[in-house]
């Protein structure tokens, strides 16, 4: 049954979020990695407030907690959080972004108007299939949207402000979050997980109506770095060992066919070489070392190690230093020792009417750090499409949709409690 007040109250708190410009930036030195982002934090906590969450509060990482109250007569309903991040990617403009609702969507291909390249295809976006009759946003055609993640904000603020009307809904405690910085990797930094204080949480940042996602990469990035020997080139014969030249036959030796971003898919892993700073004396290939399996990491990591000292030994006077941190882990590692943390997610999403669609993302996501962190955190869909692109689209019913997961999500835990 559509709920028409849920689902405009979704697109109108959509429609106003993305005008404020979130983008965060890779290489700033602050948290939140820029201001900006604590505008639409601020304005969340004072929103979260005037609904009637009392203890809406933000930290001094710009954090935003707040909880909606329980109604259930049962004592011991654990306490479930939901999270969505404010903050948009680096990679597209964020700035004056202008939502157009394009309503009653008929399966039409969308010209964006600033700049009519700007072409949502029906046939290039499948999901575009199940929207006829629905209500599509997308921007303007210079900018993203920024449905990643304020889809997911919104739709958490309009199932705080409903259950706050709607106290004969029967659910524990909900803690809600709104975090910055997580296109760039630094969502979770200073998440205070026990202050949080939930035993479970769910991120609202998938994509297909229907959809869970509890299962993502176990992540590494590795820096191999070449040194060579510099000196003037016009005197250099038989002295200049150059470790750009050593550095690109290390390169151009790692499978082309197999073992790349560009040739996998599904469950298969990859090594990636993704940055190269480069001079002559010294050369450093940075690479993302990717699998669903923790321990293949290690086999990855060796095989890089061995293309990096055969290449060397081919180019004498050469060396190689390697060098390995952790990124992330599969969140499947700790969600296996929750099983109702996805079950009821999966309950959730049957009750609201939807086929489940579940598969492995090729990423991590907030959830995966979170689980590490004591806080197991799959990943719900909030209908958001074309992540970072200018032709992102989210639907009015999908959010619609992801709000009602989340409140038959409170129910079911307090159900089965
Ligand atoms: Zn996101």
Redesign the pocket.
């Known amino acids: 049954m559509p709920n028409d007040a849920l689902r405009d109250a979704c697109l109108n708190r959509f429609l106003q979020y993305v005008k404020f410009d979130t983008q965060s930036d890779e290489n700033s030195e602050t948290y939140p990695s820029t201001a900006k982002q604590l505008d639409l934090l601020r304005h969340l906590q004072a929103e979260l407030k005037s609904i009637g969450l009392e203890d809406a509060a933000m930290d001094e990482h710009g954090y935003v907690f707040a909880t909606i109250p329980a109604t259930t007569k049962k004592s011991k309903v654990p306490v479930i959080g939901f999270l969505?991040?404010v903050d948009t990617s680096p990679e597209m403009p964020g700035v004056n972004v202008k939502p157009i609702v394009h309503r009653d969507y008929q399966g039409q291909d969308i010209v964006l108007p600033d700049d009519r390249a700007a072409v949502l295809k029906f046939k290039d976006n499948p999901a575009l299939a199940e929207q006829i009759g629905c209500d599509i946003v997308t921007a303007s055609g210079t900018t993203l949207l920024g449905a990643?993640?304020k889809a997911?904000v919104a739709e958490i603020v309009a199932v705080a402000e409903y259950l706050v009307k709607h106290r004969e809904i029967p659910h524990g405690p909900i803690r809600v979050g709104f975090t910055p910085d997580?296109?760039v990797g630094n969502g979770t930094k200073y998440f205070d997980v026990a202050r949080f204080g939930a035993v479970c949480a769910y991120?609202m940042?998938g994509e297909t109506r229907g959809e869970i996602e509890m299962e993502t990469f176990s992540a590494d990035a590795m820096t191999v770095t070449f040194h060579g020997f510099n000196t003037h080139p016009g005197y250099a014969k038989g002295k200049m060992i150059s470790a750009i030249r050593v550095a690109a036959d290390f390169i151009n030796r790692l499978p082309k066919d197999r073992l790349s971003p560009e040739t996998t898919d599904g469950y298969e892993g990859y090594v990636h070489p993704y940055v190269v700073n480069a001079s002559v004396e010294k050369t450093s290939v940075k690479l993302l070392l990717r699998d669903f399996k923790t321990p293949k990491l290690r086999e990855q990591e060796a095989f890089v190690t061995d293309v990096a000292k055969g290449t060397v030994a081919d180019w004498p006077g050469s060396s190689v230093e390697l060098k390995v941190e952790e990124s992330y882990r599969n969140m499947k590692e700790v969600l296996d020792q929750h099983p109702q943390v996805v079950e009821n997610a999966r309950e959730a999403i049957r009750r609201t009417g939807l086929k489940l669609r579940e598969h492995p993302i090729r990423g991590g996501?907030d959830g995966s750090r979170l689980c590490f962190m004591g806080l197991p955190t799959p990943n719900i869909f909030a209908g958001?499409h074309n992540?970072h692109s200018r032709l992102e689209w989210v639907s009015a019913q999908d959010m619609e949709l992801a709000a009602k997961v989340i409140i038959e999500l409170a129910k079911v835990w307090e159900e089965r409690a």
């Open positions: 969505a991040h990643d993640n997911g997580e296109e991120t940042d996501t958001e992540f």
